[in-house]
């Protein structure tokens, strides 16, 4: 039977040394992937977030480094377990380093591979409140997946520790931007509404899948506009979606309750069934 394993530089079951900068600095990025049927879903979309992360942490050539620990990682995985369904996380961090926050010269990144497997599927949309713990304000880095994830980790702590299974999670503006874990949609008549993201927050695979490739599909326009209190008061429907889940549904945020999922039940299906090798 399988269960959760882990890589570190291609060896199964190695540790993560004491020195090493993703560690000890957060200097680092990581891919979380749905893993189905031998591949990865939305493959394409991976890639070019790992790369784009990799560039503006200064790592040497982000585009090659991007193909070429991804697609280790997919071979290792068939490899090792053919198609069994899971979840893969692939960290690649700047390797080892002396004390400090200089970056060493001639240093070699590391990579570290986990695989749960067993896809999570929820049925019971989720019960969101709004986190009173802000996304900070950080242009250059804003869409990436770097390895510090401190406001998320608090502000679905805080949801919580409250008995809810989410967090709604603002910009210092107070402009709604993502859940702690996800994506966040509105949708009004057939428009889905998205917060834009130049500023703060992750740039999601799924929602770039939804964006560029599903909603059309499913019959619904895009608007990427700020979002806040007065458009949850007009939206007839919520959902979040990121790269575990897919496309999850929402019942309430704070005391407004949504009873309707109807873009939901339509993305859902193509959001995890998409490829996009």
């Not at 784009?52 to 040497?60: A, P």
Request: proline residues 4%; glycine residues 10%; neutral net charge.
């Amino acid at each position: 039977m399988v269960g959760e394993t882990f890589w570190v530089d291609g060896v199964q079951g190695a540790c993560v040394p004491p020195d090493d900068r993703g560690l000890g600095l957060a200097d680092g990025v990581f891919e979380t992937m749905r893993f189905a049927a031998g591949r990865i879903g939305w493959r394409q979309l991976h890639l070019q977030r790992l790369a784009k992360g990799l560039e503006v942490l200064g790592f040497t050539d982000p585009q090659q480094t991007a193909e070429t620990v991804l697609l280790d990682a997919a071979r290792r995985l068939e490899a090792a377990f053919g198609a069994v369904d899971g979840t893969l996380r692939l960290t690649v961090t700047r390797g080892s380093g002396p004390r400090g926050y200089a970056i060493p010269e001639g240093g070699a990144l590391r990579t570290i591979l986990r695989f749960n497997p067993g896809l999570i599927e929820h049925t019971v949309p989720a019960r969101l409140i709004v986190s009173s713990i802000n996304w900070s304000h950080q242009p250059h880095f804003a869409g990436c997946k770097l390895l510090a994830r401190t406001e998320q980790v608090m502000a679905l702590a805080q949801a919580q520790d409250r008995g809810f299974q989410e967090a709604v999670m603002c910009d210092f503006n107070g402009s709604w931007l993502s859940t702690a874990s996800g994506n966040l949609f509105l949708r009004r008549g057939a428009t889905l509404i998205t917060p834009p993201l130049e500023c703060s927050g992750i740039s999601g695979t799924r929602r770039r899948a939804i964006i560029d490739h599903c909603a059309q599909a499913a019959g619904y326009d895009i608007q990427i506009r700020p979002v806040n209190e007065e458009d949850e008061r007009h939206a007839e429907e919520a959902l979040f979606c990121n790269a575990v889940v897919g496309v999850r549904s929402i019942s309430a945020i704070d005391s407004r309750r949504f009873d309707n999922f109807e873009a939901a039940a339509r993305l859902g299906p193509l959001v995890n069934g998409g490829s996009l090798q």
